[in-house]
């Protein structure tokens, strides 16, 4: 016997809230207003995935048009992170048609998109929108259920590649109809029952569900990586965004294996493109990492195979998930759009910030300021440091010159993991502005600038790197008053220098800031005129430098230039979501393999209190 049909309900048929109507799509191009006008809807029957038929009515009372009408998004493929132009005016005409003008912005994909419009190689057009009313028409002979949408709201319009035809399945086209298979339903065989249990309806919605989810994965997948031909293949295919992103992986693992490695690539491992790199997100990173975020690691598919792929390049296994040099390396151009516009109104190109994480961290670290950086390094590295210089002499007629050459000797480096934490509340990584990301960056390149400014300078060598203060060789001078040296001792550190020969033009002074206002208090010499702090934030005559890493009683005087700084490898991300569970917030533990060399300890001088 037949299984019992259950009625669909106004949420089953909201639930496919998106339809295609084959009428005429785009009805005329105007290049210079960057607009078309398109026929977004019509009163034709459409027949829903789960045996029933849908028809908008298309009179004035039946639509509401005011979203539309105020700035309603116009979107690529449905992708509310694809706003492309924005809805001038939409309107029902007398042929039980919905048209609209459209008007195209002027970022990159809004661009791409026109060009295709205009070249007849976008033409499908499919709406979005809200019931808020439905009844049921009539039940044909064929168990066919006719509903009529009597009041229905359009939210946005889409130009699509493959239309939501629900016919045929979202992203399938009809030669593939019937490959799509319905799920087996489960048959509830209970006790004294002589006909088996179906909710058809439930099945057909979840299996409907699924079809959608999975083409919309795709196609967004596609979009952020720049291979949105791929993604319609693997939709059409039926396969799945894990096969996908496999494909991608292997795709910049090919990438990065076709030619032989040069400096540059020592900095891009694993091949990204521009357009990946720009995508990477530290939010999604996070979000992956906290074990309360149940759709995290989804979301984050790509980045962690990025992450795999370069912990394997780089022979190292991450304890957390590694963040590739290319991301930290790469200028990150922020953008912004219309205020209040929905969905970002990402609709015009503006520079907000362009900064690499690298850059961000050099901000935050005096240290890396002011000596000579190293990235991207792989194993451990000798740096050549001169012993003596060559001698010169004074050489007759018809002598030959003694032989004398300098001694040269060798600087060791070694990564040492350096780590530092931050705390992020779970609300702020909910959110997607790009504002917050570049928050989120700069907080963690804040809390590991800071811990690797003290290394640099106070670093023991014990199990961390080695900083100024404890290097053999620099110079030393004694303050007669903790936290009140006076010019003349300030100056003294210039001497010491000099006399080793190594002092250089580029010197500068570096202290904390309660040392600064000493200086900026106290007078050179008793009873004259000028303090020892100068015109242009100058002592002596030479530049300086505040980080409250420095003790206040300490000073640092030199050519920092002579200090190397070297990075490996990528940033190892980690997070503890226990510690501060109770106040909603995780403990983000930045890693990064850092070590410091100082080339010639004469270069430097310490300034310390009287013991």
């Given at each position: ?15 496919f809230?998106?339809?295609?109507f084959p ?20 009163d ?15 009179s004035?009372s ?6 539309l009408n ?17 809805v001038e005016s939409?309107?029902?005409?007398a042929?039980?048609?919905?048209r ?7 970022g ?6 026109f060009?295709?419009v205009?070249?007849g190689i976008l ?15 009539e ?5 066919l259920d006719?509903y009529?949408?009597?009041d ?9 590649t493959?239309?939501?035809d629900?016919?045929v ?9 019937e490959?799509?298979q319905?799920?087996?339903?489960k ?16 099945v057909?919605?979840k299996?409907?569900a ?8 795709l196609l ?8 949105p031909?791929?993604?319609?293949k ?15 992986l ?14 540059d ?12 790199i720009?995508?990477?997100s ?21 980045e962690?195979?990025?992450s795999?792929?370069?912990a ?5 296994e991450?304890?957390?998930?590694m963040v590739?040099p ?10 912004t759009?219309?205020a ?6 990402h ?10 994480f690298?850059?961000m961290?050099?901000n935050?670290c ?12 792989v ?5 050549p ?8 002499y ?9 032989q ?5 000797g060798?600087?060791h ?5 350096v ?6 509340s779970?609300?702020?990584?909910m959110?997607?502005s790009m ?5 989120i ?7 590991l ?13 014990v199990n961390?790197?080695?900083g ?6 620099v110079?030393?001078?004694t303050?007669?008053?903790?936290l ?5 001792e300030i100056v003294?550190?210039e001497s ?5 020969n190594a002092?250089?033009?580029s ?6 800031a ?7 208090t ?13 015109t ?9 430098g ?18 190397i700084i ?6 190892d991300?980690m ?6 569970s ?20 004469e270069?430097?001088c310490v ?5």
């Open positions: 016997m037949p299984m019992p049909k259950k009625k669909p309900t106004i949420e089953n048929i909201r639930e809230s998106r339809a295609y009428v005429e799509a785009v009805r005329a191009v105007d290049e210079d207003k960057r607009t078309i006008e398109v026929a977004f809807s019509s034709a029957e459409a027949e829903q995935w789960w045996r029933t038929i849908l028809i908008l009515e298309h004035n039946a639509v509401r048009l005011e979203r105020n700035g309603g998004a116009v979107l690529f493929n449905h992708n509310r992170d694809a706003h492309i132009g924005v939409a309107r029902i005409d042929d039980g048609k919905g609209a003008v459209l008007r195209f912005g002027s990159k994909l809004a661009e791409e998109k060009n295709d205009r070249d033409k499908h057009i499919s709406v979005g929108f809200d019931i808020h009313e439905v009844k049921l028409v039940t044909r002979d064929d168990d006719v009529r949408a009597t229905w709201e359009p939210y946005e319009i889409s130009l699509v493959i239309p939501l629900s016919s399945g979202v992203g399938r086209d009809h030669t593939k109809q490959e799509r319905m799920p087996v339903p048959i509830d065989e209970g006790k004294g029952s002589g006909t088996p249990s179906v909710d058809e309806s439930a057909r919605e299996a409907m699924d079809e959608r989810n999975r083409a919309d994965s967004k997948l596609g979009r952020e990586y720049n291979a031909d791929d993604a319609e693997f939709v059409r295919e039926g396969k799945t965004p894990d096969q996908f992103r496999q494909f991608l292997e795709s910049l693992d090919a990438r990065g294996k076709a030619t032989a490695a040069t400096p690539e020592m900095n891009n491992p694993i091949g990204l493109t521009e357009r990946e720009q995508n990477y530290f939010i999604k990173v996070l979000r992956a990492l906290d074990p309360s975020n149940r759709n995290g690691a989804r979301e984050a598919g790509f962690l195979e990025v795999e792929a370069a394997k390049k780089m022979g190292r991450a304890k957390g998930i590739p290319e991301v930290l390396m790469a200028k990150r151009a922020y953008t759009g219309t209040g516009a929905p969905h970002g109104g609709t015009v190109d503006t520079t907000l910030m362009s900064s690499s690298i850059e961290l050099r935050f005096l240290m890396m300021q002011l000596g000579t950086k190293l990235a991207g390094l194993g451990d590295i000798d740096i440091k001169q012993i003596a210089g060559a001698q010169g004074v050489v007759g007629e018809n002598e030959d010159t003694q004398s050459e300098g001694d040269i060798q600087i480096m070694n990564p040492t993991t780590g530092a934490y931050s705390e992020v779970r609300r702020l990584l959110q997607s504002d917050v990301e570049a928050f960056r700069a907080d963690l390149a804040k809390a600038g800071l811990t690797t400014d003290r290394l640099g300078i106070y670093g023991t060598g961390e790197p080695l100024i203060m404890n290097t053999t060789g110079n030393l001078i303050f007669a008053t903790a009140k040296p006076t010019y003349a003294q550190m010491e220098i000099s006399a080793d002092d250089v033009m010197m500068l002074y570096v202290f904390a309660r040392m600064r206002g000493h200086f900026k106290t007078l050179k010499f008793p009873g004259t005129a000028g303090t020892i702090w100068e242009g934030n100058t002592i002596n005559g030479y530049n300086t505040v980080t409250n890493q420095m003790a206040n009683e300490d000073a640092l005087f030199g050519n920092f230039a002579d200090m070297g990075m490996w490898g990528g940033l991300l997070v503890d979501p226990y510690s501060k109770k106040s909603g917030c995780l403990t983000v533990v930045a890693m990064q393999d850092v070590d410091f060399a100082i080339r010639h300890g270069s430097f300034g310390k209190k009287a013991a």
